[in-house]
């Protein structure tokens, strides 16, 4: 059963430095392109970054360039949003999703399977 498990978030305050983790189970994450979400209380739901099959990261938000980065251990199948000197405006929940396809495209719907999202919260 496919399962990606998201873990990491939690309260910082603005300037802080967090990093999530998404565990995949029953699924080699190794030959796909793995995608960071967020979603605001709100808003929809925004594309953060993502990272191919090859390890090419693309950035779909211009306000966390500079700050986030992405990366993917495949020996752990695990992938990663290093997230850097917070703002209140990343406050959300934070989905990691897998993609059917190596790259990286910046259509939601490539990307059939989700985590169940964790909760980042930077106070103004």
């Known amino acids: 059963q496919l399962q990606l498990v998201e873990s990491g978030g939690g309260l910082v305050q603005p300037g802080g430095s967090l990093r999530l983790s998404c565990t995949v189970s029953?699924?080699?994450?190794?030959?796909?392109?793995m995608g960071w979400f967020r979603q605001a209380p709100g808003k929809e739901r925004e594309g953060v970054l993502c990272i191919s099959e090859s390890g090419e990261t693309t950035n779909y938000l211009d306000s966390v360039k500079g700050r986030f980065s992405t990366s993917r251990d495949n020996a752990k199948n695990t992938v990663y949003l290093q997230m850097k000197n917070l703002k209140a405006e990343d406050t959300g929940t934070y989905y990691c999703?897998?993609?059917?396809?190596?790259?990286?495209?910046?259509?939601?719907?490539?990307?059939?399977?989700w985590g169940q999202g964790t909760q980042v919260t930077v106070p103004s």
């Open positions: 999703a897998a993609s059917g396809w190596p790259y990286c495209s910046t259509s939601v719907s490539a990307f059939g399977s």
């Open positions: 029953g699924f080699t994450m190794e030959y796909y392109a």
